[in-house]
């Protein structure tokens, strides 16, 4: 299962492993791929969680978290770990913190996004909502309770430092790029831009999970004002997602359609080659909380493929591209200035060379997970040794 989320976690357990750290992951209950209840996948052991969980609005979430929790106590009672580290959602945390508190284990609590906020953008969930606010009182209950906080950016630090908590108790470990997976830029395969019909065009791509919250509509619409000013633009579309039908509907219905192109979901040893195709990666999110909040893992993906980037100017990408040096931020929800940066960029072929390598060197020297990683090791030793003492009798 591919996401932001599945490759974070990845990078983090393949680092921890090669500085000779014994890892395990437990999946819970909405990790829905079918396989044995233990598996090793690239190196890493998985232990799923099994069982249904009730229809009932709350009893059902409760439910989610008293399942995984048994799953994770299991594993804590055969295995004896000296760290549990959980990840948003937060009913992660609560399954997490209801094992480690039992079994007196230090506890990490990673916040990727606030649950509250995913659900907006998703369009699960409305901000203000009875829903929202427990979810929003639940991350602060387990936060406090944790024995570290880390979050992946600085608007999600800046926003629990607003809810009272403790900024020296918080970790910010930003999202970073595998450089073994994207490092190398790969060559133009000329033969799928054949088959995709997009020789001698200039390339616009998406490639990622088709949300809401992405703005890939503001950026079909942004289509006919583009082609109209670069006569050889077409659109790369590749993955998929709960928007996938409206959007092709859309693009079906645009005048110019046929320089849309969708592609589906495509094997992960393939997402390389439509890399090679596109010349710049668009990322239009729209303006909200949850875009304000957090950094997307696919910019800086892209930056390591050498490719040009283009986003919209929202929080979560602003800590990620400098405007004018490493990437090209237009404003939030609205296709015209989707089309005009688009535009112009593609128009500057001259810039072209010293972007991409500003925005390579951005990543190798401040996104790169090799480094990255190094931000987990004090949080552990200071929890391990602070549990230690507590075991004898010291405060």
Known sequence: MHSGYTFRTRAILKAQQALGW????????????SGPDVETVD???FHRTRGTVLRLPVAREWSEVITFAERIEALVDQWKPDILHAHSPVLDALAGLRVAKRRNIPFVFEIRAFLGGAAVGNGTGTEGSMKYRVTKALESWAVRRADAIIVICEGLKADLVARGID?????VSPNGVDMD????PPAHDAALAAKLELIGA??????GSFYDYEGLDDLIAAMPRLVAARPRAALLLVGGGPMEADLRAQAAASPVADRIR??????HDEVERYYSLVDILAYPRKKMRLTDLVTPLKPLEAMAQGRLVAASDVGGHRELIRDGETGTLFAPDDPAAIADALGGLLAAHDIWGARRTAARKF????RNWSSNISRYEPVYHRIATYSGSKEQGAV
């Open 202 to 207: 200039e390339v616009i791509g998406f490639i």
């Open 262 to 267: 969708f592609v589906g979901r495509v094997p």
């Open 363 to 366: 990543v190798e020297e401040e």
């Open 22 to 33: 014994e890892v395990k992951g437990v999946t819970g209950l909405r990790h829905t791929a």
């Open 181 to 184: 997976l994207f490092g190398t």
């Open 43 to 45: 190196g890493l052991m």
């Open 167 to 171: 900024p020296a108790r918080i970790t």
